[in-house]
């Protein structure tokens, strides 16, 4: 059965994390939003369903939001998870942890508001920037070190895309770093995932997206 994913059409954003677990397994899916009027159905849905934001996905009858709930499912029907509940709940754990730096990472751009261009709140960027760049990188990317050899799954998965995000967004301040787990993951991703990398289906990062490239926040 084809899942439908539901995420905005232009951004890798936090559905990146769910397309790379439904290319790496080969499973039939369609990226709703980005068809013809895709986003005008992806408004109504999300009004029917009473979902607060994309993503979501629906397979058959089940309809699941919230990106780290989705792989949480998707995970054990795509091989990339096992059946064990407490092992499945470990994954789960990890991605929530991987949800919060995420949250971290946007916070770089928009410390102060959403409804705010980067532009009104550029000082007070600069300086949550630092501070992530000092200290929340190495926090949360000394603990994803210690998780990176983990069997294969979803959350290996998710790893390599905030390390290609955070190579993106803080390329200096990347270059200075040495997560040799991580490195060693990503590198294998890059290879599992070369022909979805090399596609059309592979949204660039941008300007618009959960990861931003601003010299001036990376120090």
Same mark, same amino acid.
């Given at each position: #059965?084809? *899942?439908?994913?539901?995420?905005?059409?232009?951004?890798?954003?936090?559905?990146?994390?769910?397309?790379?677990?439904?290319?790496?397994?080969?499973?039939?899916?369609?990226?709703?939003?980005?068809?013809?009027?895709?986003?005008?159905? #992806?408004?109504?849905?999300?009004?029917?369903?009473?979902?607060?934001?994309?993503?979501?996905?629906?397979?058959?009858?089940?309809?699941?939001?919230?990106?780290?709930?989705?792989?949480?499912?998707?995970?054990?029907?795509?091989?990339?998870?096992?059946?064990?509940?407490?092992?499945?709940? @470990?994954?789960?754990? &990890?991605?929530?942890?991987?949800?919060?730096?995420?949250?971290?990472?946007?916070?770089?751009?928009?410390?102060?508001?959403?409804?705010? *261009?980067?532009?009104?709140? @550029?000082?007070?960027?600069?300086?949550?920037?630092?501070?992530?760049?000092?200290? @929340?990188?190495?926090?949360?990317?000394?603990?994803?070190?210690?998780?990176?050899?983990?069997?294969?799954?979803?959350?290996?998965?998710?790893?390599?895309?905030? #390390?290609?995000?955070?190579?993106?967004?803080?390329?200096?301040?990347?270059?200075?770093?040495?997560?040799?787990?991580? @490195?060693?993951?990503?590198?294998?991703?890059?290879?599992?995932?070369?022909? *979805? &990398?090399?596609?059309?289906?592979?949204?660039?990062?941008?300007?618009?997206?959960?990861?931003?490239? *601003?010299?001036?926040?990376?120090?």
């Amino acid at each position: #059965m084809t *899942y439908s994913l539901y995420y905005w059409p232009s951004i890798q954003g936090r559905g990146e994390f769910v397309r790379l677990a439904l290319e790496d397994a080969g499973a039939g899916y369609v990226d709703v939003a980005r068809k013809k009027n895709g986003v005008e159905l #992806m408004s109504k849905k999300l009004r029917q369903l009473h979902i607060f934001a994309p993503p979501f996905l629906c397979h058959g009858k089940v309809v699941v939001a919230q990106t780290a709930l989705i792989l949480h499912y998707l995970g054990p029907r795509l091989g990339l998870a096992p059946k064990a509940e407490a092992a499945r709940l @470990r994954l789960l754990q &990890l991605q929530l942890t991987i949800t919060d730096f995420l949250v971290e990472v946007h916070d770089t751009h928009h410390p102060i508001a959403n409804s705010l *261009y980067y532009e009104d709140q @550029r000082a007070e960027s600069l300086r949550r920037a630092k501070l992530f760049r000092e200290q @929340r990188i190495p926090k949360f990317l000394g603990y994803f070190e210690t998780q990176a050899t983990l069997p294969f799954s979803y959350v290996s998965l998710s790893l390599f895309q905030v #390390m290609e995000g955070l190579d993106y967004a803080f390329p200096e301040a990347m270059r200075k770093t040495s997560y040799r787990n991580l @490195r060693q993951l990503q590198e294998r991703v890059k290879k599992r995932l070369a022909p *979805y &990398l090399a596609s059309a289906r592979r949204i660039p990062f941008n300007q618009s997206g959960l990861f931003r490239h *601003y010299p001036e926040l990376d120090g």
